[in-house]
């Protein structure tokens, strides 16, 4: 793109006061020609953490980089890429982005990658994680995998918008990859210069561009743990530190068992004076834990919750029904059960 065409696209969008602040930038061919437009450029196929196994829109090679085509002093700028999961409900578990990085001097970009709900166009925010790329060589395209766990984003139906919101003036050099090969279906991507509160299609600017450079990984939603029982925990004298609720058969809620076994927490279910459970809490052990062990002694589902009183961790314990036949003596060792 040269200074003129440039100007005057900016012109005809009302920003003359950004060409006087930011004119465009003419480089060589081969380079980004402008501020927000694509590098014009010959086919890579980038290298670093691809999310492999998961969501994509691309083909594996990209021609050329992108970024937002209206930049606006002190704005970040965002582009997002609808993502489907091969199966529902999917959590959105890691986002792969991939950057060309053009220039001499390459570097560093912090960034935050963003997730939005499904829609025509992106909907509401899901959630977002912050991070960056690390340096990256001029002349490269690299994809950088971010952790979307604690976005807790999650899939019923459709698809979901991942993508990524920068400053671009942090770093000229760097641009979003993208597949411009006829061939790959376009997407459906976005950008915008206000925080997502107005979205603007990609491909109105960039009708040669199919798919960004953005991957994700998804996983059956991680399910946390039950909260013990709203009813008071049980002690014991052997383990000051600690505190434990038991529940069995989704019901009936442990009681302690006076008569008990030196350094063992025992727990009574049906009879009042019959342990059904045994908790002990072993060591610190050679790998410097504290090992909650428990043994139950009957075939109903039971489920045990220990709390370290000092930190306020819980660890949750669940031991499934057996048939009632069964002569087993089902328990758990948990070798990384606390920290002394």
């Known amino acids: 793109m040269s200074r003129q065409s440039s100007i005057a696209r900016f012109q005809a969008a009302g920003s003359v006061l950004f060409i006087l602040l930011f004119p465009a930038v003419v480089r060589a061919a081969g380079e980004w020609q402008s501020l927000g437009s694509p590098q014009a450029t010959t086919a890579v196929t980038p290298t670093g953490d691809m999310c492999a196994g998961g969501s994509a829109a691309d083909d594996g090679s990209f021609e050329d980089g992108f970024g937002v085509p209206n930049i606006f002093l002190g704005t970040p700028d965002t582009m997002v890429q609808r993502l489907i999961p091969s199966a529902y409900p999917a959590q959105l578990t890691k986002a792969c982005i991939c950057w060309r990085v053009g220039g001499s001097g390459g570097g560093h970009l912090p960034f935050t990658v963003v997730a939005y709900a499904d829609g025509a166009i992106p909907g509401a925010l899901l959630g977002s994680v912050t991070t960056d790329t690390g340096t990256l060589l001029a002349g490269t395209a690299t994809f950088i995998g971010i952790s979307c766990v604690p976005m807790n984003a999650v899939v019923l139906s459709g698809g979901i918008y991942v993508g990524i919101k920068w400053n671009h003036l942090d770093n000229q050099d760097f641009f979003v990859c993208g597949d411009t090969s006829s061939t790959t279906p ?155």
């Open 186 to 340: 376009v997407a459906a991507m976005f950008s915008s210069t206000n925080d997502g509160n107005a979205w603007h299609a990609s491909t109105q600017d960039w009708p040669q561009l199919h798919s960004l450079g953005i991957r994700a990984q998804f996983a059956p939603p991680q399910v946390s743990d039950p909260d013990p029982p709203n009813a008071a925990p049980l002690t014991s004298s052997q383990y000051p530190n600690f505190r434990f609720w038991v529940r069995i058969s989704d019901a009936r809620l442990g009681t302690s068992v006076a008569d008990c076994v030196p350094e063992t927490v025992c727990v009574a279910g049906a009879i009042p004076t019959r342990a059904e459970v045994f908790v002990r809490i072993v060591g610190p052990k050679t790998n410097g834990y504290l090992w909650p062990n428990i043994v139950k002694f009957n075939t109903t589902k039971t489920e045990v919750w220990i709390q370290q009183v000092s930190t306020g961790d819980i660890q949750y314990y669940l031991l499934p029904a057996l048939a009632t036949d069964s002569d087993t003596l089902p328990g758990v060792v948990d070798k990384t059960g606390f920290l002394p």
